[in-house]
């Protein structure tokens, strides 16, 4: 139980492209879903949190405006990446949290498999 | 502020064990998480503590010790399929996870 799916798995666009990034929950409902970028060899950065049914809260320096996020059901939230650079070009990952994990504790996050995006 | 710190790269033999160590620092806490993460994947869950202690799980343990804002990751029988990097993250008192920037453990033969 508990797995999280991304799609698609890698995408390359051209720059000042749009593109969209789906995370689903796929056997539970997730009011809460993070999204993650990753750079080469660094760790994971939190670009924003969002909540079922509400605008999404982005970290300090994540321009809203560039990185749309959807959480429109428990189980899908929807990342678009407005008008591509090849700057944006890194590892998204998704998370979606349970309130009541399956080993029991509370708020586990469990990673969807994570999107490559190359912008050229 | 908020902070996690942990080793930047390890080294062990295959067979051996390791013990890769965290720091953390957290407005409120609510658990401290260990995740793996295999070079292009997503990370996977390994363990989690809120209570001071060891809890084993196979050839993986996981050690709390909240008062010195500590835990470690222990790894027996190590296999080279154990190589990977190796995620600290605690949680804070609104549930967020604090990341650290992750420890990359290397099996030799």
């Known amino acids: 139980g508990a797995v999280v799916s991304q799609h698609p798995s890698w995408v390359i666009c051209k720059s000042g492209t749009s593109v969209k990034i789906e995370c689903r929950s796929l056997?539970?409902?997730?009011?809460?879903m993070f999204w993650y970028r990753q750079f080469p060899k660094q760790s994971l950065m939190l670009m924003a949190t969002s909540n079922e049914g509400s605008k999404a809260t982005y970290e300090q320096g994540v321009e809203k405006d560039k990185f749309l996020i959807n959480h429109a059901s428990l189980t899908l939230s929807t990342l678009t990446v407005t008008s591509a650079h090849p700057e944006d070009s890194s590892f998204y990952i998704c998370?979606?949290?349970?309130?009541?994990?399956?080993?029991?504790?509370?708020?586990?996050?469990?990673f969807g498999p994570g999107t490559r995006l190359t912008v050229t | 502020g908020q902070n996690i710190d942990q080793p930047t790269e390890m080294t062990a033999t295959e067979g051996a064990i390791v013990q890769i160590n965290c720091t953390y620092q957290t407005s409120g806490f609510n658990g401290l998480f260990w995740y793996q993460q295999h070079a292009g994947e997503a990370p996977t869950f390994l363990s989690y503590?809120?209570l001071d202690g060891l809890e084993e799980k196979g050839r993986f343990s996981s050690f709390l010790s909240r008062s010195k804002g500590y835990s470690y990751l222990l790894l027996k029988e190590l296999q080279m399929k154990d190589s990977a990097s190796y995620l600290c993250?605690?949680?804070?008192?609104?549930?967020?996870?604090?990341w650290g920037a992750g420890t990359k453990l290397i099996i030799k033969p």
């Open positions: 056997d539970f409902q997730a009011t809460t």
């Open positions: 998370s979606a949290r349970d309130v009541v994990g399956l080993a029991g504790f509370s708020y586990e996050q469990y």
């Open positions: 993250a605690g949680m804070d008192s609104n549930y967020q996870l604090i």
């Open positions: 503590n809120v």
